[in-house]
């Protein structure tokens, strides 16, 4: 394998294998609960607490900033190992709008910081991401369609592949503090040189919130498994991609839905094949990320809520 086909291939492995969650193309299928109530499918809390249930609600002008940290090792042929450090900052504009057939989300990319091994990326690659803008269709329990770029970039696909972490998936009905609750997904990914299809499976816990800067929102705890399959073209040659790993969050929702903050990891390994001349590609990928709320959303009379 040349030295430049292994640093591309590199890049790749950024999108396919760092996503903490899935959210470039595709529906997400319907959640599974845990088992309940047989007639109803809906979770059956262990606790029921003394709130009302939380889904996802329209918003307006919500600002949030996502932080990630990526490590990625090729072991290539030989041998030798190449490890890349990637740290990327995203300033985001969130709005949420009601219509006849449920919600519509428009995610705005306002400013982007990214560095690969402590190097700032230059400008040239930086300025077209900016302003770029996703829409797409939510459920109140947070089922996510496609969401789709106004324009496509490398650095905006590294950061589209994160979106999907502003929601993380709220049983039937809505969530209140003592639930558990599972959901399986299998959704089709755009990850750089590879079109692939993820499945996942996620087990979910409530509890009421242990921040003391966010004592009224409740606190989402996940942890699950994924796999993944795709196919993809790179300088004319065939690439095959297989991957697995782990993930676990937590999130904190405010009554309204409205994401105060999250934080999560996750962990895989992948194997890129190169058909054509027999070579395959192991690589080890670990993340970290977090989303902070550092605008807080608008009611439609103007003023803001508190977290």
Known sequence: MSARFGLVLLSGLLLAGCSSATSGTGQPGTPSPDPGDPSTGIPTPTSTGDRASITYLPVRDVAYTLVRHDSLTLQLPGGANQLQLIDRT????????????????????????????????????VLPVRGTRWTGRLTPDGELSALKADRSSTLGDQIGTSLRSLWPTLPPGGVRPGMEWTDTTEVPIRADAFDALERSLTHYRSTNSDDPGAQKALKLESTGTFQRKGKGTQYDQQLEMTASGSRSAVHY???????????????????????????????????????????QAMRSGGSARSP
């Open 90 to 125: 995203a300033y985001l504009r969130l709005n949420i709008t009601g219509d006849s057939s449920g919600y519509l989300v428009t995610i705005v990319l306002d400013s982007l910081q990214s560095s690969v091994g402590g190097v700032p990326a230059v400008p040239d690659s």
């Open 253 to 295: 929702l405010n009554s309204d839905g409205t994401l105060v903050s999250a934080r999560g990891s996750d962990s895989g390994d992948m194997t890129i094949t190169v058909p054509a001349v027999g070579q395959t590609v192991p690589v080890k990928q670990t993340g970290t990320y977090s989303i902070t709320l550092s605008r």
